[in-house]
Structure formats: structure tokens, C-alpha cells
């Protein structure tokens, strides 16, 4: 979690992305003050022009007081062009800088709290919440300082015009001031309400978009249809709610002004009809309740959009606030790390000690696993689908924190071993492993200082050297979005490549050999147990095949240990294991 560098003890919010560019905001402030007060000036240049130099027959006056009628319209013109080209700036860079530590942050989240928010909520923030908060740092900017400058100015103006038509325009301004704010509060609350239900449409969509080539091969494609059509359906039952409560505002607003508008001419035209004041009082009046009417418009459509923006700022703050993956793993979401106390040196390379973990909290998904590997043995895991076979990796490489028991490397139990240092421990093929759209070389590199030589080393090993070279580029060769100008097994071979190209300490195998052929998949074992005997193994798998072969193989059953043991030993003493190598070697 990002710190606050003057006060370590506090972490950074949205709040705080703004003081940064305080003194940017004050001159567009300053900019806007001159361009609105030019602004203001003019009614009151025209009431002295109507009511005492043209009675007066004063052309050369007159001519003056037009070329400053002129200049205040050209100051205000610029002024406010420049203010609103500077708040545009400064919201931009506010939103940018916020929106790649919000990113950052999603990375640093641990695969707990990302499943806490879900992956489309992350996405929703990064874009719609953020594009909400800019538009509001720049309408404040650009409305929020006009606004009240027109609004507080010509109140005061106008008193020096005429006090009781001064009176009417002030109680119009309590009450409409009241209206805004109590539908601005409520839309806070319903705007978020909205921000939730486009989380789930970016949910279904990024469904939809991954499983389409599933989709199209079921025929699903009319039930994907009314799916969606639900989802938008609620989108636009909450949107058309939050539009027709913070829409209220605008007819409520018009008839005030317009009733106040009403009351004005009246009243003024008895108060000129009896010499209390003079028609280029009413014109002036007339002018500044017309800005300031036009002011109140503004300073609603602020209020309607910094409620947009204060609910995506909370939905932000949420995960800015988070707690990452260290602060999970270290108990203390303030960030303080303890110390690592390393444990004496362990003759074994990866331990687990009575290890049980649950996702949801209810079921355990592990329960009371234990087992020891030395340097450069290999660990068989097998069992059904949902198991548990992924959960056990999943926690060696700290991605969830165990709910008790010990995971140590070299004796030192993972939780206190930094990050980035863990994490140069493994090389891993994952089930949901991705090739990037470039060349084969960096998809194997993968931004690692990783040599030409030790990429081929390593492809030659994960036997993907051979369709490599057939390849027109060779190495050079540029993948497609996905890879999709890539065979299964082809993807697999290059993941595991990339895997083993960094030389780790463990190897994770996550369901990694599944689309090579036996022969295939046989070689490849081989070369890994002759190439890397210093490098401890770990290989998930469907087929006994591949890991029969283990120094040690873990049989899961619905989160349980069925058996573990050697092939031999579990081919006598594991009915479960027996039964799955019977099936499949039939």
C-alpha cells in the first residue's frame, strides 16, 4: 500500500493526489476570479451608461465606458478560455497519476482481496470511476469557481443596485441551495448504486468475450443475448433512477428562478413607476439575475456530477485502502513488517506443516497437509477436478496465506521472505498462463535479463525448438492476440520454455503437459529430470503418466489427502490412485 512520505503512518487517498497540484489550482482559481469579475462588471457598466451618461448627452464618456465594456468582455473571454484549458490540464494529470496507482495497486492486491472485489469491479474503477472523478476535478475547476464568484458576486452588486429586489433574489438562492443539496446527497448513494451494476455488465462482457469461440460452438449465442439484455436492463432501471432523482433538480430549479424572475420585473416595475429607482437599474438587475440564473444552472450540473465523482472517489478509495499482499501476509494492514526470524537450516528444500486453507471461509479446501521435498526432487499431484491440486500451488507461491500451519523454503517460512525475492525462487506454468502478443523471444524472455543462448537452451529442453525454427521468423516469429496462430501443445511447450529459461529453484507444472501427446510429454520429463536435477519440481496433472514417474505423489480428494507416497507404494495402498492409473493406462 502506497505510504504518505510526510506522515508514514498514514496512507495516500484520492484526496490526496489533488494537494500536489494546489498551486496549479490556485492560479486557475486566480485566472477565473479576473475573467468572472470582468464578467460581473458589465451590467452595472451599462445601468451607469442608460441612467446617467446618456440622459446626459456625454459622447465622449460614452464611447470610453463602450471600449470598457469591450475590454471586460475580451478579459473575461480569455480568462476563462485559459482557465478551463488549465483545469482540463491539472484534472488530467491528477486522474493519470491516480489512475496508475490504482493499477499498481490491483498488482500488489493479493489473489484474496482481488477475489473480494472481482476482477470487472477492478476494471470498472481503472476506467468508468476514474473518467467520473476527472470530470468532476475538471467541472469543479472550471464551474465550481465561476459559479459561486458570479452567484456571491452579484448578490453583492445588486445590493448596491437595490435592496429589495436584492432580498427576493437572496431567499430564491436559500431555497434552491437547499434543493441541490439534498438531491445531490441522495445521488451519491444511487450513482455508486450504478458504478455496481457496470461492474456486472464488464463481468458478463469479459465472460462473453473470452468463452465466444465456446459460445458459437454450443449455439449460445441467443441465450448470451437475453443474458446481457437482463444485465442492461438492470443497468438502465438504476441509471434512469439516479437520472430522474438528481433530473428533478433542473425543472424545480427553472420555476424557482423563473417565479423569481417574475417577482422582479414586478416589484421593479412599481419601484420605477414610483422614482424609488431608474430603468437602468431594472436592466441591470435583469442582467445579473439572468448570469445568475445561469450560474445556479452551473453550479447544479457541478453538484449532479461531483456526486458521480465523490461515489466513484469512495469506490477508489477502497482500493487504494487495501491491504496488499504483504500487509496480509505480515498481519498488519498498516504496512509495519516484523522482522524475518529464519529458522535453522532445514535439510529440506519446501516443507508443508499441518497447512489448511479455505477460499470462501466455510469449506476447507486444504486440511492438514503435510510433506517435506528435498533440493531437485519432484512432486506428482493428481486428483479430480477441484480438488484441490491448484490450491496447494497457489499457496506455495503465496498468492492466498495459509489459515494455519507452516510453508517454509530452506526452513524459512514463506510469509516472511520479501516478495520479489520469493517469487525469483519459481518458474511456473500455470493453468491460466498467457503469451503476449510479440515476438517468441520475449514471450519466453518475458522482460527478464535472460540471455539469446539460455533462451534456446531452454526451448530446446521444452521441446518447442523444432516448431520454432520452422517458423518464418524463427524466434522473431510475432504472435498473434492470445496466440491464437498457435497450436495447444505449441502454447504449452513456449510456457514452459519461459518457465525454465530463468533457471529457478522450483518449477511449478500446473496442468502444463495436458495438450502434449504422450511421447511428447514423455521426453519432455526427461530432459527436465537430466537438465535441471538442482531445481525442485512440482507437476499438477490429469494423467498418472506424467507423474508416476515423481519422487513423491500427492492423490487429492475433495480437498483431502487420499494417498501419498511413490507409484509403487500408492498402486498397492491407494485405491483412488489405483483406480485412475487402471482407467487411463486401459
Request: charged content about 25%; some cysteine; glycine content about 6%.
Amino acid at each position: 500500500m502506497k505510504k504518505n512520505k510526510k506522515n508514514p503512518n498514514e496512507y495516500i487517498t484520492v484526496i490526496d493526489y489533488i494537494r500536489p497540484y494546489k498551486f496549479a489550482v490556485i492560479i486557475t482559481v486566480t485566472v477565473k476570479f479576473i475573467g468572472t469579475f470582468a464578467e460581473l462588471i458589465l451590467p452595472s457598466v451599462l445601468s451607469y451608461m442608460v441612467d446617467t451618461l446618456a440622459p446626459a448627452k456625454d459622447l465622449r464618456k460614452m464611447i470610453l465606458y463602450g471600449l470598457l465594456m469591450v475590454f471586460c468582455a475580451l478579459v473575461a473571454l480569455i480568462g476563462n478560455i485559459s482557465a478551463n484549458r488549465m483545469a482540463a490540464k491539472t484534472a488530467s494529470r491528477i486522474t493519470g497519476k491516480l489512475r496508475h496507482d490504482v493499477y499498481v495497486k490491483t498488482l500488489a492486491l493479493s489473489c484474496q482481496k482481488t477475489d473480494e472485489f472481482t476482477v470487472p469491479t477492478l476494471i470498472s474503477r481503472l476506467t468508468s470511476d476514474t473518467y467520473n472523478l476527472h470530470n468532476m476535478l475538471a467541472m469543479v475547476q472550471k464551474g465550481g469557481i465561476r459559479g459561486p464568484i458570479i452567484v456571491i458576486g452579484g448578490i453583492i452588486i445588486t445590493f448596491f443596485l437595490d435592496r429589495v429586489l436584492t432580498l427576493i433574489l437572496v431567499c430564491l438562492m436559500f431555497v434552491v441551495f437547499i434543493i441541490i443539496y439534498f438531491i445531490s446527497r441522495k445521488g451519491i448513494k444511487i450513482f455508486g448504486d450504478v458504478q455496481k451494476s457496470n461492474d456486472d455488465m464488464v463481468g458478463v462482457l469479459r465472460e462473453n468475450m473470452d468463452g465466444i469461440r465456446v459460445i458459437k460452438a454450443l449455439s449460445k449465442t441467443e441465450y448470451e443475448k437475453q443474458r446481457f439484455a437482463k444485465i442492461n436492463e438492470k443497468i438502465y432501471k438504476v441509471d434512469s433512477k439516479a437520472n430522474i432523482t438528481t433530473g428533478l433538480s433542473g425543472p424545480v430549479l427553472n420555476i424557482f428562478l423563473n417565479l423569481g424572475f417574475c417577482f422582479v420585473i414586478l416589484i421593479g416595475a412599481y419601484r420605477v413607476r414610483d422614482g424609488i429607482i431608474k430603468p437602468g437599474v431594472i436592466i441591470a438587475f435583469l442582467s445579473y439575475f439572468t448570469i445568475i440564473l445561469t450560474a445556479m444552472m452551473m453550479i447544479n450540473r457541478i453538484f449532479m456530477q461531483i456526486s458521480k465523482g465523490v461515489a466513484s472517489g469512495k469506490r477508489l478509495n477502497e482500493v487504494l485502502l487495501s491491504p496488499t499482499d504483504d500487509d496480509y501476509i505480515y498481519g498488519d494492514v498498516r504496512g509495519k513488517k516484523q522482522e524475518s526470524k529464519k529458522t535453522q537450516v532445514s535439510d529440506y528444500h519446501i516443507s508443508f506443516e499441518n497447512v489448511t486453507f479455505s477460499y470462501l471461509k466455510r469449506k476447507n479446501n486444504i486440511e492438514n497437509l503435510s510433506f517435506n521435498l528435498k533440493r531437485g526432487e519432484t512432486l506428482g499431484i493428481i486428483g479430480s477436478t477441484g480438488s484441490g491440486k491448484t490450491t496447494i500451488v497457489n499457496l506455495l507461491l503465496r498468492f492466498y496465506k495459509a489459515d494455519s500451519g507452516e510453508i517454509k523454503i530452506n526452513g524459512e517460512n514463506i510469509n516472511f521472505i520479501p516478495r520479489a525475492e520469493l517469487y525469483k525462487m519459481f518458474g511456473s506454468a500455470l493453468q491460466t498462463d498467457f503469451l503476449m502478443s510479440d515476438t517468441i523471444k520475449e514471450n519466453i524472455r518475458f522482460e527478464r535479463e535472460i540471455s539469446d543462448e539460455e533462451i534456446t537452451y531452454a526451448a530446446v529442453n521444452a521441446l518447442a525448438d523444432n516448431f520454432i525454427k520452422e517458423k518464418k521468423d524463427g524466434y522473431g516469429h510475432m504472435l498473434d492476440v492470445k496466440a491464437a496462430n498457435l497450436s495447444g501443445g505449441q502454447k504449452q511447450r513456449l510456457l514452459i520454455a519461459r518457465a525454465i529459461a530463468g533457471k529457478p529453484d522450483i518449477l511449478i507444472l500446473d496442468d502444463s503437459c495436458g495438450g502434449l501427446d504422450y511421447k511428447t510429454d514423455s521426453i519432455l520429463r526427461k530432459n527436465l529430470a537430466k537438465n535441471y536435477t538442482q531445481c525442485t519440481k512440482i507437476i499438477v496433472a490429469q494423467r498418472a503418466s506424467t507423474i508416476m514417474n515423481a519422487d513423491l505423489i500427492i492423490v487429492m480428494d475433495d480437498g483431502e489427502v487420499a494417498g501419498m507416497g511413490s507409484h509403487d507404494y500408492l498402486m498397492e495402498n491407494c485405491v483412488l490412485y489405483r483406480e485412475t492409473v487402471n482407467a487411463q493406462m486401459a
